[in-house]
């Protein structure tokens, strides 16, 4: 399946949601240093021409991976349930 390395047939019959859920959370984690690289990088370039710049490239981009919140009760139930079916 494209960048992720894994064969079509593998991917829609073989693996299980679980699975699938793990590789594509995987996936997204490799490329977090990369953006973070170019915000930093975006957020230099702006500050040198801002008259009033933000003070931090988190306050200027906000990407989905920073919340600031805990992570729901669902979200919780469903990494106990990705914990549960390793084990097995």
């Given amino acids: 399946m494209g960048e992720i390395g894994i064969p079509r047939r593998e991917f829609l019959y073989d693996l299980k949601w679980w699975e699938v859920k793990s590789i594509i959370r995987g996936y997204h984690a490799r490329h977090h ?12 370039v ?17 990407f989905t ?4 919140s805990l992570p729901s009760e669902d979200d919780i139930m469903d990494l106990k349930a990705d914990m ?4 097995k």
């Fill in 33 to 44: 240093a990369g953006w973070e690289q170019a915000r930093l990088i975006a957020f230099t």
């Fill in 46 to 62: 702006f500050c040198t021409v801002a008259k009033d710049p933000p003070k931090l490239p988190e306050d200027w981009i906000r």
């Fill in 65 to 68: 991976w920073e919340k600031q």
């Fill in 84 to 87: 549960a079916s390793f084990k």
